[in-house]
């Protein structure tokens, strides 16, 4: 649950306050049915080769990186935590790593359990046996280092994207009887472990499914279970269905079947994301033993030679591909972080997310689940191949991402590909397999960047095929192609822009999507053209067998193989939208309704321009209106209806086109029109002498947590007297905190297109503070 936190703006001045009660689930209790805690606070650190240990709180990184990552740390590390804890007669303890990079070797009071490999999956250690009743130490030795046997394989200073090291995922201490419903991954079981849950036949009057559910007994003599299960739909309705009880043998496992059936339900769909309450009870002996609790959709999905269906309507799937990176943490983030990215990318008008390129955190798919995002799912892997043991990982990348990730509705495709690698036609065809097995149903939907028959879609980057036509006749239509990749490394490259009549006469530099926001207005308006000549191109193919696209992509990102940012995305790293962000918002349709209160929706009109001395005199606006009126200082420059051209005759919203001939400081305001009224305005103005700074800071809808420790982006915005935003200002700001947690970055930073940024980190339990930007150049009228 979140909860809000208030804060009040002041000149140059921020002041943020929250509260909260946190219960340390290391004291002993009584034996509940089911238990599980976060186990992220009271831990200790310290890299190979020092001396002293550092208190952290998890998710945490062995290092905070600079801006531009050009050396990102690697090595060992070890992270112990001391608790105590009463373990009850007859039960089971467990501690979840929900990610570590990338191999990890697990300790209880000095006795190995466990080694793991792979930086993106879960892993479960049974810690029951190893426990004492007075202080226990839990150690981890994590080693971040090139492994070419485990994914993605590559060797860090030639791989697209960087893999950040430590316990950087949430850790939970797992408590349950003897007698217990197990764990999906642990349970290494194939189709099974854990709930699963798959429906088959799905209408508006009826949906008809199974559930799985996997228990075992560890008691010394037989158990008589039965298994319970209450799906509640938001409106409290409730469904229970129930099996007959069953005996089960002293340290046995058996999976009990439930057949489900609902009754006019509710569907998941890209608008209205409508979800269930499923909870599943262990019953024996007329008690209750255990408690497991999911959130559901039901939906139907059907990919056909016409196209994809979800419901039993045709669409046309838009999206964006998504690292999971932040600025200085790397990795480290937390759960509302990931939230807060998944409704950043909805309110940019998407709805579907590439994960790439792997697994990213259950809680972001959570969040898709709950904003009607599609995911594809994908495996670790980026232009690496190897045989042997490289290979047997990865398999076994599938089977715990499908484990892990199966039973959410946002999952529409599983990438069992490893991105643009030269994968042999046996792999793939075991990929492709192992999946099935994993997912024995009809609409479980394989995608693969190569062309192999095993694959049910296609997903080739743009930049994969040839100009002009790409893809959009590929087979004449007979293979459901969907564009993983498409805006970026095409034009990056120089093999496009065949529309853009003036892409000649540009500099090298000017032609590129890789734009930082301070990069200026006409490289930032270039980036846009880019895009959106691209989308329309894509769209050319929509009923010849391609059923969507993503763009690369959403926010910047380090990769451990350049020493820049790769700044292709329509946000910067800091996630504050550059001009491309505004022309993918305007394609949704102005009455398209989204059934969520943090969705961005309606009509929209946005001006791409700062309207300053160095600003384009051919003025675009992003808009979804029918009509848009442009004033200069009051006075009518042009209504109108969109500019349609050869790179915009497919888009759902057209961009709007002013040529003012010259440049006049003062107002421009844009004013959007359906059926002849105004329904969206935009108003940028020439900013004066830049004469304070307003900080604000970014929820996206998501109060800090008061459970967790959370982070979030702090702005210091350049203004004039009259609250105009002055995007020339390049001065040195300097944050300052008081109160409890941190902030994290360069400080004093330089603003970059008159906005400085910062990360402030909470502590659970106590998110009271303050946070002061100031600025020497300022300080005479910021006071």
Wanted: charged share 25%; aromatic share 10%; with cysteine.
């Amino acid at each position: 649950m979140r909860l809000s936190k208030g804060f009040s703006q002041l000149p140059a001045l921020i002041l943020l306050m929250g509260w909260g009660i946190f219960s340390s689930c290391e004291k002993p209790q009584e034996l509940q049915p089911s238990v599980t805690s976060s186990f992220n606070e009271g831990w200790e650190f310290v890299k190979d080769g020092a001396k002293d240990w550092v208190k952290v709180t998890v998710p945490h990184t062995p290092k905070v990186e600079p801006l531009v990552v050009n050396d990102q740390w690697q090595g060992a590390c070890t992270y112990r935590k001391v608790f105590t804890l009463k373990k009850a007669e007859n039960e089971k303890v467990w501690i979840e790593f929900e990610g570590v990079m990338s191999n990890a070797t697990v300790f209880l009071n000095g006795q190995k359990l466990t080694n793991h490999k792979g930086g993106y999956l879960p892993f479960v250690v049974d810690i029951s046996d190893q426990l004492t009743d007075g202080e226990n130490e839990l150690k981890v030795n994590v080693l971040n280092v090139d492994d070419p046997t485990i994914p993605p394989g590559k060797a860090l200073d030639v791989l697209d994207f960087n893999t950040f090291g430590g316990i950087y995922r949430d850790v939970n201490l797992i408590r349950k009887q003897k007698l217990y419903i197990t764990h999906p991954v642990a349970a290494d079981k194939p189709a099974g472990g854990g709930l699963l849950v798959h429906f088959d036949k799905v209408s508006k009057t009826v949906a008809e499914g199974i559930l799985k559910v996997h228990v075992k007994n560890e008691f010394d003599e037989e158990q008589t279970v039965q298994a319970i299960a209450r799906l509640t739909d938001k409106e409290g309705k409730e469904t229970i269905f129930q099996t007959e009880e069953k005996a089960m043998a002293a340290g046995s496992d058996q999976e009990f079947l439930l057949q489900l059936e609902v009754q006019n339900p509710k569907l998941w769909n890209l608008q209205d994301p409508q979800l269930y309450e499923l909870q599943v009870e262990l019953v024996s002996n007329g008690q209750q033993v255990d408690i497991e609790k999911e959130r559901i959709g039901i939906r139907k999905i059907r990919l056909t030679s016409e196209g994809l269906f979800l419901n039993d309507e045709r669409i046309f799937v838009t999206g964006t591909n998504r690292h999971q990176e932040y600025p200085y943490v790397g990795y480290a983030i937390s759960e509302n972080s990931n939230w807060r990215d998944a409704v950043k990318i909805k309110n940019a008008g998407f709805d579907f997310v590439r994960l790439s390129h792997y697994p990213q955190d259950e809680s972001f798919m959570e969040a898709c689940d709950e904003l009607g995002l599609i995911l594809m799912d994908a495996i670790p892997g980026w232009q690496f191949f190897a045989e042997g043991q490289f290979s047997e990982n990865a398999i076994r990348d599938i089977r715990d991402m499908v484990r892990r990730d199966r039973n959410h509705p946002s999952v529409f495709f599983w990438e069992v590909s490893l991105n643009e690698s030269p994968m042999t036609p046996e792999f793939m065809e075991k990929a492709n397999n192992v999946l099935k097995e994993e997912l024995p149903f009809e609409d479980t939907y394989s995608a693969g960047w190569m062309d192999h028959p095993s694959y049910d879609l296609f997903i080739p980057a743009r930049q994969h095929s040839k100009p002009p036509h790409y893809w959009n006749n590929y087979k004449d239509g007979q293979r459901n192609v969907f564009i993983s990749e498409y805006g970026d490394w095409e034009y990056y490259a120089q093999n496009a822009g065949f529309n853009q009549t003036a892409f000649e006469g540009l500099k090298e530099e000017e032609r590129t999507s890789r734009q930082l926001r301070g990069a200026g207005e006409k490289r930032l308006l270039q980036q846009a053209l880019n895009y959106q000549e691209a989308s329309n191109s894509n769209l050319r193919g929509k009923v010849l067998g391609t059923i969507g696209m993503s763009n690369w992509l959403m926010f910047d990102y380090n990769r451990g193989y350049a020493n820049d940012i790769e700044s292709s995305g329509i946000s910067d790293i800091f996630r504050i939208p550059k001009f491309a962000h505004d022309f993918y918002k305007s394609q949704r349709p102005a009455d398209q309704k989204v059934h969520h209160g943090m969705v961005e929706q309606g009509p929209m009109v946005s001006i791409a321009s700062h309207w300053n001395q160095e600003s384009e005199t051919t003025v675009r606006v992003f808009s979804n209106c029918e009509e848009v009126a442009l004033y200069l200082n009051g006075a009518l420059v042009e209504k109108k209806k969109p500019t349609v051209n050869a790179m915009s005759d497919q888009l759902q919203a057209p961009p709007f086109e002013f040529d003012l001939q010259e440049f006049k400081a003062g107002e421009l305001e844009a004013k959007g029109y359906i059926n002849g009224e105004v329904v969206a305005t935009d108003v940028v103005t020439t900013a004066g002498e830049v004469a304070n700074l307003a900080v604000s800071i970014d929820y996206s809808g998501i109060p800090l947590s008061n459970e967790k420790q959370d982070l979030v982006f702090v702005y210091a915005k350049a203004v004039d007297s009259n609250g105009n935003y002055n995007a020339e200002f390049e001065g040195e700001v300097k944050f300052e905190l008081e109160g409890k947690g941190m902030l994290i970055g360069q400080n004093p930073v330089k603003a970059e297109a008159g906005i400085a940024s910062i990360l402030y980190r909470s502590v659970p339990n106590d998110t009271t503070f303050q946070i002061k930007a100031t600025s020497y150049e300022l300080e005479a009228t910021s006071k």
